[in-house]
């Protein structure tokens, strides 16, 4: 199962096994004792409190609806021995010892505080637009020699060693980049945005984050896309981004000695969510110089909270990734960088074209916008399909992974070389005003093998880079040199290179992909649709990309604004917003985002920001899964080590029994991490009546901080004498004493809104008469995963709600 009550998930296997000891259990009491083997009876007190009316109020709370033993795998999951998945912390925990530390900040600490804020949303905003430019830099640098030495020897007729040389140069980065990411850093395959949008959702998978992927991220991302993969680096910004963020909020590292008392503030989930939210938006405006469209993005797209001081400093964020932009732009613009030049990071001007259209015009666009639309929503399936397919690849090992890689490099570097050669030269327009054929390494006129004074107009879009091919396509300036069949050609090609690329293991983003594939289509239907509208076939290309990204990304507002600030065209905008609509609309009629549906294939649950509405039907005590596992207020040594080591709960009710109070109440809840922190200071004390009562003076919140990498303390770093074993503990200052608690009776679509909302990692459920136990249940994000909710109550037709 994911997570009951806190349970670290290890994906596959482990999920199975804890499925068949659901099973064991069984779900009908909602209060449990410890039913795990091996448990002595020393340790039987620990979650016993009045089970013997579970037994009598069994009838009352009897759900109507016929339950059974959830067996179904909670993680259908794509590359299933990468990582164990947690729940991160997002509530603020309201505790004696955070109490104590709030108190006793003063006005400088607090000014401080919010200094380091903005310096770390400044940093952010700085790392991510010198990464952008680097990657930017060595793409066109390192594609273009290899493109200038493939064009030099076919000018020599030397057409086999051409391909040999293009193609071994791909093979050659393609080969490196797999290597990084099946030996370094598995979790930097792919675009990242899933994993940064699980992360801002709750979602915490180990090494997602971490300096190492950080690393292959940046290099992998310029290898792969130096290959001639059809794959961008405008993925990997975001989740580069998000991994300079974190870097920078892991507030120290203990491990190296390298922690201050002035950056403890950031030792929280809470505080590293706003400045990933943060790196995320600096990764888009790097990728795209689209400093607006980020944090729309952000907004839109990435983040599952949002606030208004939060706007500001995403804003801020972007903006400095814009400032360092335009600089190091200025500064290649003279020739400093080699083949890098303003060309170099992506901007497409199109504003010469005409901005007055007609109800033909706006047909043609509608048309446009519903054809992309199926389209996008196929590409969205096979794309599944195809992640399915090679996760059963790359879970065999590295050289399978590298194998897969180095095929999809030869037959990427096949179509692109061989594809050409089935175009018609034609002769170079008499009006034209760039030199044709080109001359240098891009261009919009290819000679390839041709004669001179004509040029390949299909080679004109392979043997460029992405961004190249791009701009000739979005180009208003040329109108007919494109053909029609080459238009075709390129768009299929593209739009299946792009489908079997991704999935493979190397650092892949999805934006460009989609952007190629619908400009050659808007391009390609500008042609066909030129009796019956003027717009302009750069327009067409433009609306044509709008209108994929739309039909595969499901985003309106920040991809019409990112098109917007690409193109400096603010004309453009109906016409973007209306393609937008049409083919989200009509795309959404069959299947859920690319995105959403990666989530999905990687297992990482993540919780929609509505309800499924089936869940109108349940109430929380109808999803809760035991055991249930409590401590008293003042507790033995023996007993939490004994619960801590035999169960992989994060999260722990506490209990207070008379004569601490007049009955047996709720006190709150503990953290495992609190606990463990406890057990190794050895907070002890000898008589159970006498407990140490200087606890708030002998640890601080600073011993609870959380580490940024890393899994923190666990239960084989303490060390717990024999004769420390019956000694005791109070809970009480390390206990939320505020925890979110609902009635049993609550209707699940309303805690599960509630849940997302508050971002929690644990709600507890109440019961809703007196003599019962204070506590019914945990509910956790497992406990409203469809999968969990279905495999409870399998006679549910999910799709009548639909």
Same mark, same amino acid.
């Given at each position: 199962?994911?997570?009951?009550?806190?349970?670290?998930?290890?994906?596959?296997?482990?999920?199975?096994?804890?499925?068949?000891?659901?099973?064991?259990?069984?779900?009908?009491?909602?209060?449990?004792?410890?039913?795990?083997?091996?448990?002595?009876?020393?340790?039987?007190?620990?979650?016993?409190?009045?089970?013997?009316?579970?037994?009598?109020?069994?009838?009352?709370? *009897?759900?109507?609806?016929?339950?059974?033993?959830?067996?179904?795998?909670?993680?259908?999951?794509?590359?299933?021995?990468?990582?164990?998945?947690?729940?991160?912390?997002?509530?603020?925990?309201?505790?004696?010892?955070?109490?104590?530390?709030?108190?006793?900040?003063?006005?400088?600490?607090?000014?401080?505080?919010?200094?380091?804020?903005?310096?770390?949303?400044?940093?952010?905003?700085?790392?991510?637009?010198?990464?952008?430019?680097?990657?930017?830099?060595?793409?066109?640098?390192?594609?273009?020699?290899?493109?200038?030495?493939?064009?030099?020897? +076919?000018?020599?007729?030397?057409?086999?060693?051409?391909?040999?040389?293009?193609?071994?140069?791909?093979?050659?980065?393609?080969?490196?980049?797999?290597?990084?990411?099946?030996?370094?850093?598995?979790?930097?395959?792919?675009?990242?945005?899933?994993?940064?949008?699980?992360?801002?959702?709750?979602?915490?998978?180990?090494?997602?984050?971490?300096?190492?992927?950080?690393?292959?991220?940046?290099?992998?991302?310029?290898?792969?896309?130096?290959?001639?993969?059809?794959?961008?680096?405008?993925?990997?910004?975001?989740?580069?981004?998000?991994?300079?963020?974190?870097?920078?909020?892991?507030?120290?590292?203990?491990?190296?000695?390298?922690?201050?008392?002035?950056? #403890?503030?950031?030792?929280?989930?809470?505080?590293?969510?706003?400045?990933?939210?943060?790196?995320?938006?600096?990764?888009?405006?790097?990728?795209?110089?689209?400093?607006?469209?980020?944090?729309?993005?952000?907004?839109?797209?990435?983040?599952?909270?949002?606030?208004?001081?939060?706007?500001?400093?995403?804003?801020?964020?972007?903006?400095?990734?814009?400032?360092?932009?335009?600089?190091?732009?200025?500064?290649?613009?003279?020739? *400093?960088?080699?083949?890098?030049?303003?060309?170099?990071?992506?901007?497409?001007?199109?504003?010469?074209?005409?901005?007055?259209?007609?109800?033909?015009?706006?047909?043609?666009?509608?048309?446009?916008?519903?054809?992309?639309?199926?389209?996008?929503?196929?590409?969205?399936?096979?794309?599944?399909?195809?992640? #399915?397919?090679?996760?059963?690849?790359?879970?065999?090992?590295?050289?399978?992974?590298?194998?897969?890689?180095?095929?999809?490099?030869?037959?990427?570097?096949?179509?692109?070389?061989?594809?050409?050669?089935?175009?018609?030269?034609?002769?170079?327009?008499?009006?034209?005003?760039?030199?044709?054929?080109?001359?240098?390494?891009?261009?919009?006129?290819?000679?390839?093998?041709?004669?001179?004074?004509?040029?390949?107009?299909?080679?004109?879009?392979?043997?460029?880079?992405?961004?190249?091919?791009?701009?000739?396509?979005?180009?208003?300036?040329?109108?007919?040199?494109?053909?029609?069949?080459?238009?075709?050609?390129?768009?299929?090609?593209?739009?299946?290179?792009?489908?079997?690329?991704?999935?493979?293991?190397?650092?892949?983003?999805?934006?460009?992909?989609?952007?190629?594939?619908?400009?050659?289509?808007?391009?390609?239907?500008?042609?066909?649709?030129?009796?019956?509208?003027?717009?302009?076939?750069?327009?067409?290309?433009?609306?044509?990309?709008?209108?994929?990204?739309?039909?595969?990304?499901? +985003?309106?507002?920040?991809?019409?604004?990112?098109?917007?600030?690409?193109?400096?065209?603010?004309?453009?905008?109906?016409?973007?917003?209306?393609?937008?609509?049409?083919? *989200?609309?009509?795309?959404?009629?069959?299947?859920?985002?690319?995105?959403?549906?990666?989530?999905?294939?990687?297992?990482?649950?993540?919780?929609?920001?509505?309800?499924?509405?089936?869940?109108?039907?349940?109430?929380?005590?109808?999803?809760?899964?035991?055991?249930?596992?409590?401590?008293?207020?003042?507790?033995?040594?023996?007993?939490?080590?004994?619960?801590?080591?035999?169960?992989?709960?994060?999260?722990?009710?506490?209990?207070?029994?008379?004569?601490?109070?007049?009955?047996?109440?709720?006190?709150?809840?503990?953290? #495992?991490?609190?606990?463990?922190?406890?057990?190794?200071?050895?907070?002890?004390?000898?008589?159970?009546?006498?407990?140490?009562?200087?606890?708030?003076?002998?640890?601080?919140?600073?011993?609870?901080?959380?580490?940024?990498?890393?899994?923190?303390?666990?239960?084989?770093?303490?060390?717990?004498?024999?004769?420390? +074993?019956?000694?005791?503990?109070?809970?009480?200052?390390?206990?939320?004493?505020?925890?979110?608690?609902?009635?049993?009776? +609550?209707?699940?679509?309303?805690?599960?809104?509630?849940?997302?909302?508050?971002?929690?990692?644990?709600?507890?459920?109440?019961?809703?008469?007196?003599?019962?136990?204070?506590?019914?249940?945990?509910?956790?994000?497992?406990?409203?995963?469809?999968?969990?909710?279905?495999?409870?109550?399998?006679?549910?037709?999910?799709?009548?709600?639909?």
């Amino acid at each position: 199962m994911l997570e009951p009550v806190g349970t670290d998930i290890k994906i596959g296997e482990g999920a199975k096994k804890m499925d068949k000891e659901e099973a064991s259990r069984g779900h009908g009491d909602y209060v449990h004792d410890i039913e795990n083997d091996g448990v002595e009876d020393e340790s039987a007190g620990i979650g016993r409190y009045w089970s013997e009316l579970s037994d009598k109020t069994n009838a009352s709370t *009897k759900p109507l609806l016929v339950k059974r033993t959830n067996t179904t795998s909670q993680i259908a999951i794509v590359g299933s021995n990468l990582f164990p998945i947690e729940s991160l912390d997002y509530e603020i925990f309201d505790n004696q010892i955070f109490k104590q530390d709030w108190r006793s900040r003063t006005k400088v600490q607090i000014l401080q505080y919010l200094t380091l804020k903005w310096g770390f949303a400044f940093l952010i905003g700085l790392g991510s637009g010198l990464v952008g430019f680097f990657n930017s830099f060595a793409v066109e640098n390192i594609a273009g020699f290899k493109l200038i030495l493939t064009i030099s020897l +076919m000018s020599e007729s030397r057409y086999v060693e051409a391909f040999v040389a293009y193609a071994g140069v791909n093979i050659c980065l393609a080969a490196a980049a797999a290597a990084l990411c099946a030996f370094i850093a598995p979790a930097a395959a792919g675009s990242g945005i899933p994993e940064v949008k699980a992360y801002l959702n709750g979602v915490d998978a180990h090494t997602i984050l971490a300096p190492s992927t950080l690393c292959v991220k940046i290099f992998g991302s310029i290898l792969g896309v130096s290959a001639g993969f059809v794959v961008g680096k405008e993925g990997p910004m975001v989740h580069t981004g998000a991994c300079i963020a974190s870097l920078l909020g892991q507030g120290g590292s203990r491990k190296y000695g390298l922690t201050w008392n002035w950056l #403890r503030y950031f030792k929280n989930d809470r505080d590293r969510r706003d400045m990933i939210t943060c790196g995320a938006a600096a990764g888009v405006a790097a990728a795209f110089r689209a400093p607006v469209g980020g944090v729309l993005f952000a907004l839109e797209e990435a983040a599952s909270w949002w606030r208004s001081a939060l706007l500001w400093r995403t804003f801020f964020t972007t903006a400095v990734v814009a400032i360092v932009s335009r600089v190091a732009i200025g500064f290649c613009s003279t020739g *400093k960088c080699g083949l890098f030049g303003e060309g170099g990071l992506i901007m497409y001007e199109v504003s010469s074209a005409s901005a007055t259209y007609s109800a033909t015009d706006i047909l043609a666009v509608i048309i446009l916008g519903i054809i992309a639309g199926i389209l996008g929503s196929l590409y969205n399936y096979l794309v599944d399909k195809v992640v #399915r397919t090679y996760s059963i690849i790359n879970e065999k090992g590295a050289a399978f992974k590298i194998s897969l890689v180095v095929i999809i490099a030869i037959l990427t570097s096949s179509c692109y070389y061989f594809l050409p050669w089935i175009a018609n030269c034609t002769p170079c327009p008499s009006d034209v005003t760039v030199s044709c054929p080109s001359l240098d390494n891009s261009g919009e006129y290819r000679r390839f093998q041709c004669p001179p004074g004509y040029y390949n107009d299909l080679a004109s879009l392979f043997l460029n880079t992405n961004d190249d091919a791009i701009r000739n396509l979005f180009s208003p300036k040329i109108t007919k040199e494109f053909h029609i069949s080459s238009l075709f050609i390129y768009f299929v090609t593209i739009f299946f290179l792009g489908i079997i690329t991704y999935g493979i293991a190397i650092p892949s983003g999805l934006f460009i992909p989609v952007i190629l594939a619908g400009a050659g289509y808007g391009r390609l239907i500008g042609r066909l649709f030129e009796p019956i509208t003027k717009l302009d076939r750069g327009l067409f290309a433009l609306l044509g990309a709008a209108s994929f990204l739309g039909g595969t990304m499901r +985003m309106t507002v920040s991809i019409c604004v990112i098109l917007l600030e690409l193109t400096n065209d603010l004309l453009l905008l109906p016409l973007v917003m209306l393609v937008l609509l049409v083919s *989200k609309t009509v795309a959404d009629n069959f299947n859920k985002g690319v995105y959403d549906q990666i989530l999905k294939i990687k297992g990482l649950p993540y919780m929609e920001a509505h309800a499924e509405p089936y869940m109108r039907t349940l109430v929380t005590r109808d999803v809760l899964s035991g055991p249930l596992i409590t401590f008293f207020g003042i507790e033995k040594v023996r007993d939490i080590l004994h619960a801590l080591t035999t169960t992989g709960h994060n999260g722990f009710p506490v209990i207070d029994e008379p004569p601490i109070s007049d009955s047996p109440e709720l006190c709150g809840l503990v953290l #495992r991490s609190h606990l463990l922190v406890l057990l190794k200071e050895k907070i002890f004390s000898r008589d159970k009546n006498l407990v140490d009562q200087s606890t708030l003076q002998r640890i601080s919140a600073l011993d609870f901080g959380k580490a940024g990498s890393g899994k923190g303390i666990k239960v084989e770093d303490l060390d717990i004498e024999d004769e420390e +074993m019956d000694l005791y503990v109070d809970l009480h200052p390390i206990t939320n004493a505020s925890p979110y608690t609902v009635i049993e009776t +609550m209707s699940l679509a309303k805690a599960a809104i509630l849940f997302r909302q508050h971002g929690l990692r644990h709600m507890c459920v109440v019961p809703k008469s007196q003599g019962r136990p204070p506590i019914v249940g945990i509910l956790t994000r497992h406990d409203f995963m469809p999968e969990h909710v279905l495999g409870l109550y399998p006679n549910i037709d999910s799709h009548k709600w639909q």
